[in-house]
Structure formats: C-alpha cells, structure tokens
C-alpha cells in the first residue's frame, strides 16, 4: 500500500456526531463523508484522492448502519503525489 515515499503522518480524532443528524437508513454512509471531508480540511488534498482503509471502513460499519460511534481515531498518512491514505493507527 505504502509504495511512495512518506511526507508526513498525522493522528487525527474526527467526529461523526454530525452524522446523527441524518436519516438513521444513511448514517454510516454520512460518516464515511464527514471523516473524508475532515481529512481533506486538515491535510489540504482532494476528496477525491483520499484513500480510507477497509479496517477504518468496518469499523466505522461495526455497530451497523444506524448505529454509529461518535468519534473516530485515524492516522492519516501524506505521500508526496499529492494522495492520503486513511488507517487505524
């Protein structure tokens, strides 16, 4: 996965207490775009090239679709192309 060379690593806590505010057929799917949309403000690269892990995935995923936990840890992992992958740290 990490193929490029590291820039920067990043531990970041992001809430998902927006997401509770949207329909609860949707939330995890609303978390999923709050924790894209929070990397994407902190470390100045695109949404669209922000890579999330299939662990940060499941486990935001865990308790279900409406079910959501409240926060997150991540650690956010900068290559110098300009992409940030998303992992459990």
């Known amino acids: ?15 998902l207490r927006a997401a509770k ?6 939330r995890a799917d609303t978390a999923i775009e709050i924790l894209k949309e929070y990397v994407s403000r ?3 690269v695109e949404k669209s090239k922000i890579w999330i ?3 940060v995935n499941e486990s935001v995923w865990a308790q279900g679709r409406g079910k959501i936990k ?3 840890s ?3 992992i900068k290559l110098q192309d300009g ?7």
């Open 42 to 44: 902190n470390t100045k």
């Open 53 to 55: 892990d299939n662990r």
């Open 74 to 76: 991540v650690k956010v």
């Open 21 to 26: 505010r949207s329909s609860s057929k949707r």
């Open 70 to 72: 409240s926060k997150i």
């Open 1 to 15: 996965m990490v193929e490029n060379e590291l820039t920067n690593e990043i531990v970041l806590n992001v809430p």
């Open 83 to 89: 992409t940030a992958e998303v992992i459990l740290p």
